[in-house]
């Protein structure tokens, strides 16, 4: 806590030295974040460089009332959701109600596989299921909420993710038909 302390307090006096401390800190880790986002590297770069600008600019309104790494983590999951929603790519969604007959009704989990696989695998979903997917099932807001976050109807919301699991289990079925090697965890 000592060392957020005076990461944060460097960076509100404007420290380079400092700033570039917090950086190489946390840009890794919230770069990962990213293309969980963005697909593309570059764009994914681009995000992350948005959000540390973010950062740096509003400083002055974290008051330690979470861990710093999560204070972070909320401003590049914005500044993402920010830069998809310009793009708008749940423009053409189907609702829910008009996938239930083809959708699958057991829950099933997805097998174990490790974590590169993984983010490969949401990086190959469509923009729009992408953000909501990992809105939903990897930083656990509700449909109400990234309907909020994201200017989208619920039903939209429900149904990019009902598409995103959809498109992970075809994926992933596809693998074993084909007697693919298990992915191992690493």
């Known amino acids: 806590m000592q060392d957020e302390y005076a990461l944060v307090e460097g960076c509100r006096r404007q420290d380079r030295i ?23 590297p570059d764009e994914a770069e681009d995000v992350l460089q948005d959000a540390f600008v973010k950062v740096f600019r509003h400083i002055d309104t974290f008051r330690f009332e979470c861990p710093l790494e999560a204070w972070l983590k909320r401003i590049v999951i914005n500044t993402a959701l920010k830069h998809i929603r310009k793009e708008k790519p749940w ?53 109400p909420e990234i309907a909020e976050l994201l200017d989208i109807a619920e039903g939209t919301s429900k149904s990019q993710y009902a598409r995103a699991r959809g498109l992970l289990q075809q994926k992933l079925q596809r693998e074993q038909r084909y007697g693919l090697p298990p992915v191992r965890n690493e």
Do not use: M, W
Request: contains cysteine.
């Open 18 to 40: 400092v700033q570039r401390q917090l950086y190489e800190r946390f840009a890794g880790k919230l770069f990962v974040v990213c293309k969980r986002y963005v697909k593309d």
């Open 91 to 143: 423009e053409h969604a189907v609702d829910v109600q008009e996938l239930a007959p083809v959708l699958p009704q057991a829950d099933t989990s997805l097998p174990a596989l490790n974590y590169q696989y993984l983010l490969q695998l949401i990086q190959e979903l469509p923009p729009g299921c992408r953000a909501v997917f990992n809105l939903y099932a990897i930083e656990g807001y509700n449909h």
